[in-house]
């Protein structure tokens, strides 16, 4: 199985401040790596798909990039509604079998 | 409009099987390319995908579940049901039912509420 691996656990940042959070594929996984939202007690939202594609209504302020086993989403100017957990998700389609990262936690520092 | 809504118990007991339905409304799955998942989420844990059915009733498992794991649908209801036997206090998690976007490979898009299931005697 294809293990995803975030970093970090937990991110502390202010309203303004340009955030990065990595996560790293046990193997290559090409760009097929997704980022996905979640507020306490809500379903996730997905952000971006493909590494790097935007999904539709999600604001330009985040973006993917990465290829193979490294990636990143970048928060350009941290708002006050991005405050929580992120998760990235592999769907390599050759594993058919599809895998999250253990999610990174955005707080209020 | 598309939305996706679990329902089931919301507890069970130890080596009872577990059985939830997801009623969707704003897709059919009898069209193509069309999917829906199950991901569950243990409190204050990651995400973990457990099952997929395709419009073609193709279907995908967890490896680490796929024992316990059983997909379905009926496609005149607008239903996906999952059931998993065995259940353990460990399987306690909020359970989610999902759309696959219609893109290369399986992300979701459209996400039900979640419905929490507590495993406990």
């Known amino acids: 199985d294809i293990q995803m691996t975030q970093s970090p656990s937990t991110l502390s940042a202010s309203v303004g401040d340009r955030v990065t959070i990595t996560c790293r594929a046990s193997q290559s996984i090409s760009s097929w790596l997704a980022w996905y939202q979640q507020k306490p007690g809500k379903a996730p939202k997905l952000l971006i798909y493909k590494a790097s594609s935007l999904e539709s209504g999600v604001p330009s302020r985040f973006s993917g990039s990465g290829s193979g086993t490294e990636f990143t989403l970048t928060i350009s100017s941290l708002q006050p509604d991005d405050f929580a957990t992120y998760y990235c998700?592999?769907?390599?389609?050759?594993?058919?079998?599809?895998?999250f990262g253990q999610g990174t936690k955005v707080e209020i520092k | 409009q598309i939305t996706l809504k679990e329902s089931g118990p919301t507890l069970v007991k130890p080596t009872q099987t577990l059985t939830l339905t997801c009623t969707f409304s704003?897709?059919?799955?009898?069209?193509?390319?069309?999917?829906v998942g199950w991901i569950r989420q243990p409190p204050g844990k990651a995400l973990e995908w457990l099952a997929l059915?395709?419009?073609?009733?193709?279907?995908r498992y967890s490896p680490s579940l796929k024992s316990r794991l059983t997909i379905t649908k009926d496609t005149s209801k607008n239903q996906v049901v999952l059931t998993m036997t065995n259940m353990d206090p460990v399987d306690t998690a909020t359970y989610y039912c999902a759309q696959r976007k219609l893109v290369a490979g399986v992300i979701f898009d459209y996400w039900g509420q979640g419905t929490l299931v507590t495993v406990s005697s």
């Open positions: 998700q592999q769907y390599n389609s050759y594993s058919r079998t599809w895998t």
């Open positions: 059915i395709y419009w073609d009733d193709d279907k």
């Open positions: 704003g897709f059919s799955l009898s069209t193509s390319g069309v999917g």
